[in-house]
């Protein structure tokens, strides 16, 4: 079966592009996808028009980016015509909702193949059904299995993505997550520095660990095997350089895992730790699990071990029952934490959520007031925080060539700041040191020292 597909893309000369929606996790997964094509002969292009497979891989975690989604697809109604035998795919989160695959499969007839989260490893048998056997193919499947060694084409050359846990245990009631990716499985450790062993190989030297909740990895796992071990393990038996993770929760944050802030030598002086909320009636709406001034106590902890530690945060507003003074207590919270970044969300209704039935719904002007001015405060929190650089000399990972012309190069410090220095592509995948001489509230600029 795979020689005939090879040998079918290879005299085809066929192409692929994927448009990716939604968080890191699925921004790895358009990695695996894009791994096991190229491992069959597909070759990438940039433009979806040019394309003879047309992948979206879908976000549903607010209403917009899955009404967004349906306009894309809509779209290439005719993109058939232009390109003789084209297929089309939608795969991810979307698909994982009851019925979705099938709903969308009759609404577009002219879609191919309709894929879940956990499909990317069949993607191989069923390309053999649609390109070589003309079928239209459904796996939406709830077999969640873990399977190493999916082909990974990675987007850096430096940096990389490493899935340790999927799926999600929490059930935030006002989120869709845990219902389509389903429960917590962590991979084993030894499957993950295998794979970290051979990226260092490869000349990758900082890493992003992901998973929904990364403090939870482990628990379905023996005992010895937690988060904060396999932290430990990496930094020790690994030559990683950079190490960070997403997404942290603050309920099951240990001190253990504190404790790793200014020991471990690669670990990042940046934690992402979302609030959501300042108020602790609104916490407890959202089964956050946590308070206040739990939350605050653990920034607090975190900063005595890193002083420059940068914060960044998830934050809701407009969560059924909120009211003036609960967002106020958001306010004051993110006055007090000082973040350095905030990505800011108005309550999305997500049907067959608990937050979905619950009363007191907040109206759209309401919802948008809010967020226009947690935004605005947001921006000064940034800007404010990246004063404290100007004059300092940072280590910037470089990573791409910057937005004004070929001079400019762009990269991360360790604390995931955005510097723009004069340069050239050579610099790209370099550590180069930079000394900052302006600062705004996304970016900060300086000259090379
Ligand atoms: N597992 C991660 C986040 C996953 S979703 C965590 O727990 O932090 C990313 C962010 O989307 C969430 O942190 C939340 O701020 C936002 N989000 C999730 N569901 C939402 C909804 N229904 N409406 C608005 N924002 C939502
Ligand atoms: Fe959603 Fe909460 Fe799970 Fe994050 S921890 S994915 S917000 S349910
Ligand atoms: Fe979206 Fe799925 Fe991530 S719903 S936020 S792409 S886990």
């Given at each position: 079966m795979t020689e005939q597909l090879k040998?079918?893309?290879?005299?085809?000369?066929?192409?692929?592009?994927?448009?990716?929606?939604?968080?890191?996790?699925?921004?790895?997964?358009?990695?695996?996808?894009?791994g096991v094509l190229e491992a069959l002969g597909y070759c990438p292009v940039a433009q979806k028009a040019e394309a003879d497979f047309i992948i979206f891989n879908t976000c549903c975690v607010r209403q917009h980016a899955e009404a967004r989604l349906y306009g894309n697809v809509g779209a290439l109604k005719d993109h058939k015509d232009h390109v003789n035998g084209a297929l089309i795919a939608v795969s991810g989160c979307v698909m994982q909702q009851k019925d979705a695959a099938k709903k969308l499969m009759k609404r577009f007839p002219f879609v191919d193949i309709a894929f879940g989260t956990n499909g990317i490893h069949r993607l191989e048998s069923m390309l053999y059904d649609a390109l070589i056997e003309k079928k239209r193919v459904i796996c939406v499947d709830e077999d969640e299995t873990i399977v190493e060694d999916v082909p990974i084409r990675r987007e850096g050359a430096r940096s990389a993505f490493v899935n340790i846990i999927y799926g999600c245990n929490n059930f935030c009631t006002y989120c869709i997550v845990p219902y389509v990716r389903g429960r917590e499985r962590s991979r084993h450790p030894d499957d993950i520095i295998r794979e970290i062993e051979e990226l260092c190989k490869k000349g990758i030297s900082e890493i992003t660990l992901l998973g929904q909740n990364v403090n939870s990895y482990g628990n379905d796992l023996s005992a010895d095997i937690t988060f904060v071990n396999l932290l430990k393990r990496i930094d020790s038996q690994t030559d990683i350089k950079r190490l960070r993770f997403m997404t942290s929760h603050p309920k099951d944050m240990s001190d253990g895992l504190i404790e790793c802030y200014g020991s471990l030598k690669s670990l990042c002086e940046h934690i992402?730790?979302?609030?959501?909320?300042?108020?602790?009636?609104?916490?407890?709406?959202?089964?956050?699990?946590?308070?206040?001034?739990?939350?605050?106590?653990?920034?607090?902890?975190?900063?005595?071990?890193?002083?420059?530690?940068?914060?960044?945060?998830?934050?809701?507003?407009?969560?059924?029952?909120?009211?003036?003074?609960?967002?106020?207590?958001?306010?004051?919270?993110?006055?007090?934490?000082?973040?350095?970044?905030?990505?800011?969300?108005?309550?999305?209704?997500?049907?067959?959520?608990?937050?979905?039935?619950?009363?007191?719904?907040?109206?759209?002007?309401?919802?948008?007031?809010?967020?226009?001015?947690?935004?605005?405060?947001?921006?000064?929190?940034?800007?404010?925080?990246?004063?404290?650089?100007?004059?300092?000399?940072?280590?910037?990972?470089?990573?791409?060539?910057?937005?004004?012309?070929?001079?400019?190069?762009?990269?991360?410090?360790?604390?995931?700041?955005?510097?723009?220095?004069?340069?050239?592509?050579?610099?790209?995948?370099?550590?180069?040191?930079?000394?900052?001489?302006?600062?705004?509230?996304?970016?900060?600029?300086?000259?090379?020292?």
């Open positions: 040998a079918y893309i290879a005299k085809n000369e066929l192409t692929y592009c994927i448009e990716t929606y939604g968080c890191q996790m699925n921004t790895h997964e358009s990695e695996k996808i894009a992402h730790l979302p609030v959501q909320s300042g108020s602790n009636r609104v916490l407890q709406l959202m089964n956050r699990r946590y308070t206040r001034e739990h939350y605050l106590s653990l920034i607090k902890h975190l900063k005595a071990r890193v002083p420059d530690l940068a914060v960044t945060t998830d934050i809701i507003v407009g969560f059924p029952g909120e009211t003036e003074q609960d967002f106020e207590d958001t306010i004051s919270l993110v006055k007090e934490v000082g973040y350095d970044a905030a990505y800011t969300f108005a309550y999305s209704k997500r049907t067959g959520t608990k937050a979905a039935d619950m009363e007191n719904q907040n109206d759209k002007q309401t919802m948008s007031e809010r967020l226009t001015r947690l935004n605005v405060l947001v921006k000064e929190s940034m800007r404010d925080r990246n004063r404290a650089y100007l004059g300092h000399t940072v280590e910037v990972l470089a990573d791409s060539p910057g937005k004004r012309g070929r001079s400019e190069i762009s990269g991360r410090t360790r604390t995931a700041k955005t510097v723009s220095f004069e340069g050239t592509l050579e610099d790209v995948g370099q550590y180069v040191t930079v000394k900052i001489d302006k600062v705004m509230a996304h970016t900060l600029r300086g000259v090379r020292v």
